[in-house]
């Protein structure tokens, strides 16, 4: 079973920046694209970025688009999303998540999770 463990949360103050990283444990599967999520209390999940393992290709919410930026490391098994001009629009606990096909990508339905990283910009 793979685990997904996100790090690199914190309180910044807005307009700061903040790296995330999500390590995965040990692949028994080929990973087909990860993804960032967010979760703002009282709000519902929202889909921050992709990127796909094959190729790399990204794509992103048009509420980050041009300020955060998702990339992997395919040695290290790992995936990062660099926050930049951080607003505090952005507080919300992000999370990680796997696919195994184009599918679960396509359609968001991610078998695998992290745990979250909790990421806090004041004004």
């Known amino acids: 079973q793979v685990q997904l463990v996100e790090s690199g949360g914190g309180s910044v103050q807005a307009g700061g920046s903040l790296t995330l990283s999500c390590a995965a444990s040990s692949y028994t599967y080929r990973s087909t694209c990860m993804t960032w999520f967010r979760q703002a209390p009282g709000k519902e999940r929202e889909w921050v970025a992709t990127?796909?393992?094959?190729?790399?290709?990204?794509i992103y919410a048009d509420s980050v688009k041009g300020r955060f930026s998702i990339s992997q490391d395919n040695a290290k098994n790992t995936v990062y999303l660099q926050m930049n001009s951080l607003k505090p629009e952005d507080t919300a606990m992000y999370y990680c998540?796997?696919?195994?096909?184009?599918?679960?990508?396509?359609?968001?339905?991610?078998?695998?999770w992290g745990q979250g990283t909790q990421v806090t910009v004041s004004a």
């Open positions: 990127i796909y393992t094959s190729g790399g290709a990204t």
């Open positions: 998540a796997d696919a195994t096909t184009l599918g679960q990508c396509f359609t968001r339905n991610f078998p695998y």
